[in-house]
């Protein structure tokens, strides 16, 4: 039975629909990459997937249950198996980076402080920040910050892993570290990964399976060898970088011609 | 005239709606609240409580006692000036004393804690929405109305009536000070005069209000706070608002609570 699976999501804003009948299924330990650019609904498709917002129809099921119609108690349940690091890492800038890390443990458990104080250590370590716990996260750099983030959705070992962006506005060095750090996690603790991003090589780097979002639709999901292989002119014109033809707009194209006429007329 | 009519009943849905989510807002912290309050509660929602008491309250003090003496002044001084005509000056000690007690010092506080405390509120939710924080809670599975409004309020509620009875005390000693260098009038018999005055409902009515006020403090300035939507512009936007409506909110309510405790009074 898949972990998550999204039936014929639906999901509009003020009449303009965003989501467009998604449906797709999530296994157990996979790595799934939602790509797609800009406007394509996949932030969207993320915070369906986190219950932050109720559909128009359709429904999202975690671990079997549905998420867009369970009880608040449920949904506290299900959020505990969840960790997540949104896009701007979201540390919560009054607490220090072992309090970040901390806090799901202190509310939620009921382990005595030296034992919260090591697994902090130990989560802080993993992603390589042992020695910065001490530290405002106003103090980290962005790569830092985000690994925080890591470390934090970490804390009560979910089973499934959610990263908005991990790589945006990382130079490329760090970004590939944090991928070789998403890799590392999925081995050591076999969690379910899903990664939102718009960057290729991440993406073909972390992923399992890819699916594809183009205006609120799946334009293909496959593993990456299918995606890269895809002859679906969506697909390949995000691969290839073409951009889209805004000069075949017939209005700009006349403001383009007649530009080019005056400019001949003087020169 | 139909454009007209549809600007009036927007607006009006637009406020009716705004005071439904306040309500809403205000049932689901007071569900809420019991995880704040100290021995049943979380530690860590206690915790937050008094630290937030802290900025509420004790930072506060200055600020109100100040005010409360500056206000006390200005009273005992207008109205001397009006009743030493009548040859009535000592009625400015029951003036002072029941003004205060019943409707300055309450008022004058909220004003202040509204300005001060309110803003803040609305300020740090509003931050922590638009840096993605609060989502950050909700899939942490802690609600956020249980986390950040519950110890707000709680330390509102108690922080609120604290001051206003340090305002009515400062007001007190202003109006003392004032008989004192105007008519030589001893402090001792000051104070007979003042206990004489004032009955134990003024001072009863007085600190219903000022509850009163404090939810509507912690309430509207919480609620700005959760309806930033954008970017950080909005944030200003709403602290700014927060304020306005507030005081603008404690304001009616000191008119209805005043008609309601001058209707009601045995006589």
Redesign the interface.
Known sequence: MPIISIRDLVVEYDGRRILDGLSLDIEHGETMVLLGGSGSGKSTLL?QI?A?ERPKSGSVSVKGTDITRCS?AE???I??S?G?A???A????ALSVEDNVA??L???TKLAPSIIELVVWMKLAVVGLAEFGKLQPQELSGGMKKRAAVARALALEPEILVLDEPSAGLDPIVAAELDELILLLKEVFQMTVIVVTHELPSAFRIADRIAMLYNGRFTSIGTKDEIRASQNPRVRQFLDRIPEDMAKTPAIAAYFDKYLQTQEAYG | MATALEGVGRRTISELEYVGSLNIQLWATLRAMKTALPFVG?R?RWQASVSQMLQIGVDALPMVSLMAICSGFILAMQGASELRRFGAIHYVIDLVAVGFTRELGPLLTAIAVSGRSGSSFAAEIGT?KV???L??L??????PVEFLLAPKYLATLISVPCLSIISNVCGILAGGLFMFFSTRLAPLLYFRYVLDSIVLRDVITGLIKSLAFATIIAQVGCLEGFRVRGGPDSVGRSTTSAVVKSTFLVIVADAVFTAIFYFTVKS
């Open positions: 915070r986190l932050l608040t949904l506290k349940t959020r505990r969840i997540v949104f896009q701007s979201a540390l919560f800038n806090l799901t202190r509310e939620h | 979380s860590y922590m840096t993605e924080e989502d950050s909700r899939v942490m599975a802690l609600e």
